[in-house]
């Protein structure tokens, strides 16, 4: 017996967050991928480079993609089909994402500084490297940050080593575009916490799921315990009514 009301409309509402939590986590994955196996990018795992932000970014990308699939799985399976096991590891997956989520902005914000650093030094590597050797790879790599970040090299305007990297702007555009450690540094310790609100509106997201998928396995059992009810009332209506009238024995005294 399918589920109504409140209950229907939790399973609506996770069919949607399902569907999203996919596409982002193939979004995820299709990056990590691309960036570690496409030719263009695969000769950074085997360049030394200063640090290593660049190889843990990528695979954070593929680990937390897929993690993102393998839940969205659980949770279409247990909303579609109704299953309370499915929805039970959706749950527990869920919220052990949420709690990640949740630390991991009250860390932007609390060591924002350091964070800032490693990305800067992440560009300051790559960016040396690129001015010495010109690496398609390397050339890529530029390409993304800048995109990301809407700068350009060290210089700003008057970057002359990687404007062939920077973002296609028109005249006016190029006039205000800035060096990228500049606008790192700006973003990850002037704009902190917006950046933790960014996680924390992420988790504030996963905990409605939660709450949806509590609300969606209540209603499932309910469900399934309600047509027993229903058929032995209806038993116990149908039975005729017997009236058990008291038998009383009088003693009969016989003449002789």
């Known amino acids: 017996m399918g589920v109504d009301g409140c209950g229907q409309m939790c399973k609506c509402i996770l069919i949607l967050f399902n569907v999203i939590f996919a596409i982002v986590g193939f979004a995820m994955v299709g990056l990590g991928l691309g960036l570690r196996l496409s030719s263009e990018t695969r000769g950074l795992f085997d360049i030394e480079l200063k640090t290593q932000e660049f190889v843990i970014f990528v695979v954070v990308l593929i680990v937390l993609g897929s993690l993102m699939l393998i839940i969205s799985i659980f949770g279409f399976h247990g909303a579609c089909n109704e299953n309370l096991s499915s929805l039970g590891i959706f749950a527990i997956l869920l919220a052990i994402m949420a709690g990640v989520e949740i630390g991991a902005g009250v860390l932007v914000f609390m060591r924002s500084k350091e964070v800032s650093e490693r990305i800067i030094n992440l560009y300051a590597s790559v960016y040396a490297q690129f001015v010495n050797t010109h690496d398609p790879s390397l050339a890529t790599t530029l390409r993304i940050i800048h995109e990301a970040f809407d700068c350009c090299g060290v210089g700003g305007l008057l970057e002359p080593f990687v404007r062939e990297t920077c973002p296609n702007k028109d005249f006016f555009g190029t006039l205000t575009t800035s060096a990228c450690p500049a ?14 609100g960014f996680f924390l509106t992420t988790a504030a997201l ?51």
């Open 183 to 196: 606008v790192i540094l700006n973003l990850f310790q002037d704009k902190a916490p917006l950046i933790m």
């Open 206 to 256: 996963m905990i409605i799921a939660l709450v949806c998928s509590s609300l969606l396995k209540k209603a499932i059992k309910e469900a399934s315990v309600s047509p027993y009810v229903l058929l032995t009332t209806s038993i116990y209506n149908a039975s005729p009514a017997v009236t058990v009238y008291p038998t009383f024995t009088m003693p009969i005294e016989v003449e002789t």
